[in-house]
């Protein structure tokens, strides 16, 4: 393919020299003259392994050339690539304006040139910023059906970026409703085998990684921090917690959906947390974990009080699937509160015989619903029949044995996104989804 590249600095020049190495024409675009100068000599404006020889090779078989004039490139072009900065504002917000020229550019270009183009947004944006720029920039040109507009966000590490380009961690794309498909030759251009998400969703995942990549390293170096202050080795603590790849690196927690519960997560970064304040020590991000839950506890109960309804059923109660631990468990937190609201409460869940609790499992719920016995139905149709929200946390029956009890009226709000669940004819909702 002819590709012009939108900004030469370092995602563009990566880009520009991978593509021209896969065979690619790469026409380079930059509104600095000593860089377009630069890379029409092969000469890379950042240091980057790998990345000089590609640049020299491609300048000296004409297979990159750079240039100033935007309508120049978009000419000879079948795709553009966007590649300029979003540096932040002042506010710490994210500044468009480099993004948007460019567009103007390529839009004001494109509405001369009788021919379709694909329009591929590579810089950083936040979710909602592709789709905004279409609507004010890019409207016109796809009605005439001639534009495609993807957005492929960058997993590029610097001193490793040639390589991520070759053989990405992540390769994803978005268009327009993250379902039609995309044409093999847009699929496979940037590498990898994309997952597909709307513009949004694809935007969302950049930020995804990196606020995760920043809370890892915050971790590491508040349990480095709290080490150091009991004598002990945190890279050797760090080590041994990475060895457990069932649990710690894995995806097995990475599901938005309930709060944390349970009879240990509470427990343990509570006495965590009141240990580091013994020891004088500041650890935002642990002081910050309990907090956090709790907003989302809030939002759990106002996700239910939102749909206007007093009759509440709850199938699954416990805090954990075929078990019948009710310490800690969100469902029986936002049961209580909601009952202590006054909403009527209907609860089925097979594990839980009342009369088989014992030790803090039985003395907490005596102190927090000493009511529960009351609310327990025999069969999870007791619970629709008498329901109009139902909140749904655990497979306790099935979809077939659900279906004669399902209303239209009725709202279902699903924990853990037990995906069958929308087949049913009721109005479907989930915490986090």
Known sequence: ???????????????????????????????????????????????????????????????????????????????????????????????????????????????????????????????????????????????????????????????????????????????????????????GLLGGKPELLRWEGAEMIKYSCNYFHALKVGFANEIGRLCKQLGEDGKRVMQVVCEDRKLNISSYYMRPGAPFGGSCLPKDVSALHAFVRQQGLALPLLENTLATNAAHQQLFVQLIEGKQKRRIGFLGLAFKADTDDLRGSPLVAAAETLYGRGHAISIYDPQINLSRLIGSNEQQIQQRMPHLAQLMKATPNEVLQNSDVIVISQKCTTIDALRPDVRADQFVIDINGWEDLKTLPWQYDGICW
């Open 1 to 187: 393919m002819n590709i012009s590249v939108f900004g030469l600095g370092y995602v563009g020049a990566v880009t520009s020299a991978c593509l021209a190495q896969k065979g690619h024409r790469i026409i380079g675009v930059d509104l600095h003259a000593t860089k377009v100068a630069a890379f029409n000599q092969g000469i890379s404006p950042i240091v980057e392994p790998g990345l000089d020889a590609l640049l020299k090779s491609g300048s000296e078989s004409r297979q990159i050339t750079a240039t100033q004039d935007a309508a120049e490139a978009v000419a000879q072009s079948d795709a553009s690539i966007i590649c300029v900065g979003t540096p932040s504002l002042p506010s710490g917000g994210l500044d468009l304006n480099f993004v948007l020229s460019v567009t103007k550019q390529i839009a004001q270009a494109l509405a001369s040139l009788d021919k379709k183009h694909v329009i591929i947004f590579r810089s950083t944006m936040l979710p909602g910023s592709t789709r905004k720029i279409v609507a004010e920039v890019l409207a016109d040109l796809v009605l005439t059906g001639h534009l495609q507009i993807y957005y492929c966000p960058e997993f590029l590490r610097e001193g490793t970026a040639v390589r991520d380009f070759d053989e990405p961690s992540l390769a994803v794309i978005g268009n327009e409703d993250g379902t039609s498909p995309v044409p093999e030759e847009i699929a």
